[in-house]
């Protein structure tokens, strides 16, 4: 039976949706207020972020809501306080609950006077029955009391936490800013040096540029060579930037290669192509002039078949003159047809 009623986290957010869409209504009914507006509008975003830990209270708080507005038509503590809106959900809601039960210990003060007054005033005054009503309401404000010092406790942690947290995090801003101004000085040296070799490079870089304007490779690369010869100190550094170069000539004719047989299989594959599109054509039309003259013959054939048939019916047939000419007309509108088609 308990699971039956189990308040999950789908039904929270059910009925949340329908209670989102109850308040509106209500508030559409009021007179136009933009304060109460704008206030139910932070407190729907509020809501909307809530955590699954606070789904439950926030449904709680948004009942408040709704009842707040449906018997005062306006809102008050604790929406309409500023910090509320920082405040955890849970805790707000039992900052709600201890305030209500509050308010009720103070009505219930003032009905216990006004009974202690009737029964002190009335002959039959029983003095005990005071004293457990006093008794009752000063428990009842010791539990609430007792209540907002755990909260109290409780927010000073939260409090606690969130100033180390902001601590922390002005920690790390300051890193990140120490950490940006090191790479800004970085990329300034960076940038110094780069402007240096550069400068370093320019000559050689367009000497070895030009190495590759010849159309063929067919004398040996020196472009690495000739680009870092300010750098060779030795012929171990020359022998190294003449190996990267034999490297290099082998990747340029390779690809050279590559392309050239590309280009040869593309024409090879077109002119094969054409070729083919050519003798399709001329066979194409071949047929299309048998076939056209197999038609014809056919069509003759069938002309002299009508013809001998048309003769033999007129010869055989001394029937009714009306089916005899039907017959015969028939006939004629075949072989008319057949001679339109020739």
Known sequence: MTEQFALTDEKLDELF?????SV???????????????????????????TPEEKFA??????????????QNTLSYPFTDARSCHR???????????????????????????FCSMEYSSPISIHSSGISCREDVLQRLANANK?????????????????????????????????AETLRNQNNMYGKEIGYMKHIFACSALTALK?????????PIHYFVTLFSVLCEDQHDRAHFEQLDKQ?????????????????????????????AKVSKRYKKVLQMQEATRIEELSLVAMRDLMMLRKLFLDSYKGDKHAER????FLQERHDELAEGL
């Not at 955890?88 to 006004?114: F, K, P």
């Not at 190495?211 to 004398?219: H, N």
């Not at 082998?250 to 070729?275: F, K, N, P």
Request: net charge neutral; charged share 25%; glycine share 2%.
């Open 326 to 329: 039907a017959v015969l007309k």
């Open 24 to 50: 509106t209504q209500i508030v559409e009914r009021l007179p136009r207020n933009s304060v109460i507006m704008s206030t139910c509008a932070r407190w729907f975003k509020i809501f909307q972020h809530a």
């Open 147 to 179: 209540l907002l010092a755990e909260q109290n406790a409780t927010m000073s942690g939260e409090l606690q936490v969130l100033q180390l947290e902001k601590e922390s995090l002005l920690q790390r801003r300051q890193s990140f800013h120490a950490k």
């Open 58 to 71: 926030r449904n709680c708080m948004l009942l408040l809501l709704h009842k707040q507005l449906n018997d």
């Open 17 to 21: 949706v329908k209670q989102v869409g």
């Open 211 to 219: 190495l590759f304007v010849e159309p063929t490779f067919a004398q």
């Open 248 to 276: 290099l000539g082998r990747i340029l004719h390779a690809h050279m290669d590559y392309y050239t047989r590309l280009s040869i299989q593309y024409q090879v594959g077109r002119a094969y192509d054409e070729m083919r």
């Open 88 to 114: 955890d959900l849970r805790t707000l809601h039992q900052m709600s609950i201890a305030l209500h039960h509050t308010r009720e210990s103070v009505d219930d003060d003032d009905d216990c006077n006004s």
